[in-house]
């Protein structure tokens, strides 16, 4: 169904929105134009306009609540992220059970506007809080023979209604490469606008990794496993023709279903022309690099 673009916001959204766009002023302001690219990377460069908040958290892939864009926006305020504790095993120096404070609290939270590209060719500009992953990881210390990190989001079958289906593999998976994680654009997000995330958008802790097709970032994580084998990712083992373990945003390569080569921006209204795809969806300047001797559109 096309997504309809509706003036209405609330005025809590319009507010939070002018909040925080006033405070990146102030930051540009404090840091200097130039400081203040760096942090937001070319997307900031660009000017990129953000999604309202109506938009980044009422349009949703969110399978553990449905399978309906507006599912999670329903339903997941079921989902209980109090005393949220994640797991940190496999090849790390000190593996355990933390909080999310634990693994955050002496970090620097950082505003990045981000591109956000979806496999199902639509695309949103999400202006995300949160913290490197690279920082998280240091903090746990990485062991030498590590070279993928794998991820888990949480099962609770009591509070997620869309896992009595099997849609996929429960709970979802996802990974990276250990290069991909460390990668100063990789990200683990708790909030928007300054907000904390909304349970939709998968609170208290996702991760967001920006080049990528957006069922890489995966929500409302509860296992962090640093491994020296490639991980199994939910969307691979439920179609490995469609969804590979890269699968970096290219516009050369078509998904078997669908072309990959434009995007359809959500709030653009009805009748916004589609837009042209970047490759790695616009950092490629930034996370080219990781992929360097590799052919991007054999990556797969
Ligand atoms: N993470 C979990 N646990 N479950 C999901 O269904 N969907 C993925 C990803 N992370 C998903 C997930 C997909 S397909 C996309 S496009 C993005 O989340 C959507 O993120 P958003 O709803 O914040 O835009």
């Given at each position: 169904m096309a997504h309809r673009w509706k003036n209405d916001l609330t005025y809590a959204d319009v507010t939070a929105e002018t909040v925080w766009l006033n405070r990146r002023q102030a930051i540009a302001g404090a840091l200097g134009a130039g400081a203040m690219a760096t942090i937001g990377g070319p997307a900031l460069a660009e000017d990129l306009k953000p999604n309202s908040w109506k938009d980044i958290t009422t349009y949703n892939n969110y399978y553990e609540f449905g399978t309906g864009k507006n599912d999670p926006a329903k339903y997941a305020h079921k989902l209980n992220t109090k005393d949220w504790s994640i797991e940190v095993d496999g090849l790390v120096n000190a593996p355990g059970r933390y909080s999310v404070a634990d693994l955050t609290s002496d970090l620097t939270e950082e505003e990045r506007i981000y591109r956000f590209r979806c496999v199902e060719a639509w695309s949103m500009v999400v202006p995300w809080n949160g913290f490197e992953l690279k920082d998280i990881l240091d903090k746990v210390g990485v062991k030498p023979d590590a070279k993928y990190?794998?991820?888990?989001?949480?099962?609770?079958?009591?509070?997620?209604?869309?896992?009595?289906?099997?849609?996929?593999?429960?709970?979802?998976?996802?990974?990276?490469?250990?290069?991909?994680?460390?990668?100063?654009?990789?990200?683990?997000?708790?909030?928007?606008?300054?907000?904390?995330?909304?349970?939709?958008?998968?609170?208290?802790?996702?991760?967001?990794?920006?080049?990528?097709?957006?069922?890489?970032?995966?929500?409302?994580?509860?296992?962090?496993?640093?491994?020296?084998?490639?991980?199994?990712?939910?969307?691979?083992?439920?179609?490995?023709?469609?969804?590979?373990?890269?699968?970096?945003?290219?516009?050369?390569?078509?998904?078997?279903?669908?072309?990959?080569?434009?995007?359809?921006?959500?709030?653009?209204?009805?009748f916004a022309k589609r837009v042209p795809t970047k490759m790695l969806n616009g950092y490629e300047e930034e996370a080219g690099v990781l992929y360097a001797g590799s052919d991007l559109n054999a990556l797969f």
């Amino acid at each position: 169904m096309a997504h309809r673009w509706k003036n209405d916001l609330t005025y809590a959204d319009v507010t939070a929105e002018t909040v925080w766009l006033n405070r990146r002023q102030a930051i540009a302001g404090a840091l200097g134009a130039g400081a203040m690219a760096t942090i937001g990377g070319p997307a900031l460069a660009e000017d990129l306009k953000p999604n309202s908040w109506k938009d980044i958290t009422t349009y949703n892939n969110y399978y553990e609540f449905g399978t309906g864009k507006n599912d999670p926006a329903k339903y997941a305020h079921k989902l209980n992220t109090k005393d949220w504790s994640i797991e940190v095993d496999g090849l790390v120096n000190a593996p355990g059970r933390y909080s999310v404070a634990d693994l955050t609290s002496d970090l620097t939270e950082e505003e990045r506007i981000y591109r956000f590209r979806c496999v199902e060719a639509w695309s949103m500009v999400v202006p995300w809080n949160g913290f490197e992953l690279k920082d998280i990881l240091d903090k746990v210390g990485v062991k030498p023979d590590a070279k993928y990190v794998a991820f888990q989001t949480a099962l609770r079958p009591d509070e997620m209604p869309g896992v009595r289906y099997s849609v996929l593999d429960w709970p979802y998976r996802e990974g990276l490469r250990l290069d991909e994680a460390m990668h100063p654009l990789t990200m683990m997000a708790t909030g928007i606008y300054g907000k904390t995330i909304p349970n939709q958008n998968g609170a208290p802790i996702r991760l967001v990794v920006p080049w990528k097709y957006g069922f890489k970032s995966i929500k409302s994580i509860v296992r962090i496993t640093l491994t020296d084998k490639e991980p199994v990712t939910s969307w691979n083992m439920a179609n490995r023709g469609e969804y590979g373990f890269y699968s970096n945003v290219n516009p050369n390569v078509d998904h078997p279903r669908w072309s990959q080569a434009t995007e359809r921006q959500i709030g653009g209204g009805l009748f916004a022309k589609r837009v042209p795809t970047k490759m790695l969806n616009g950092y490629e300047e930034e996370a080219g690099v990781l992929y360097a001797g590799s052919d991007l559109n054999a990556l797969f």
